[in-house]
């Protein structure tokens, strides 16, 4: 089990940027898969940026060209780099480990707190 703590979160007006943090422990880190979830109120949990072991990268097409994921093995952290943002981007956001089988792909750890976003003038 990992556990994660996701940190970063704010208000921000329309336009605006931040920088969300995820701090994993465990020394499986490296090999592990992440992913940022999101939860805007009444909605259900969606991904919306994922990064592989590698450092392959894919995006919600409701986040392409504005959101920017990375990873520090060395940290053992994730980042999730927003700019450009909407109100529609208030959310909870949270991070995992991503396991990816075929077309699926699914969080493997217990959620962390998360982090707020809140965007708006």
């Known amino acids: 089990q990992v556990q994660i703590v996701e940190s970063g979160g704010g208000l921000v007006q329309p336009g605006g940027s931040l920088r969300l943090s995820c701090a994993a422990s465990?020394?499986?880190?490296?090999?592990?898969?992440m992913g940022w979830y999101r939860q805007a109120p009444g909605k259900e949990r969606e991904l919306v940026a994922r990064?592989?072991?590698?450092?392959?990268?894919n995006y919600a097409d409701s986040v392409k060209g504005r959101f920017t994921i990375s990873r520090d093995n060395a940290k053992n952290t994730v980042y999730l780099q927003m700019n450009t943002l909407k109100p529609e981007d208030t959310a909870v956001y949270y991070c995992?480990?991503?396991?990816?089988?075929?077309?699926?792909?699914?969080?493997?750890?217990?959620w962390g707190q998360g982090t707020l976003v809140t965007v708006s003038s």
């Open positions: 465990g020394s499986i880190f490296s090999i592990s898969a």
């Open positions: 995992n480990r991503l396991v990816v089988v075929g077309t699926n792909v699914m969080p493997l750890d217990a």
């Open positions: 990064v592989s072991s590698d450092g392959r990268t």
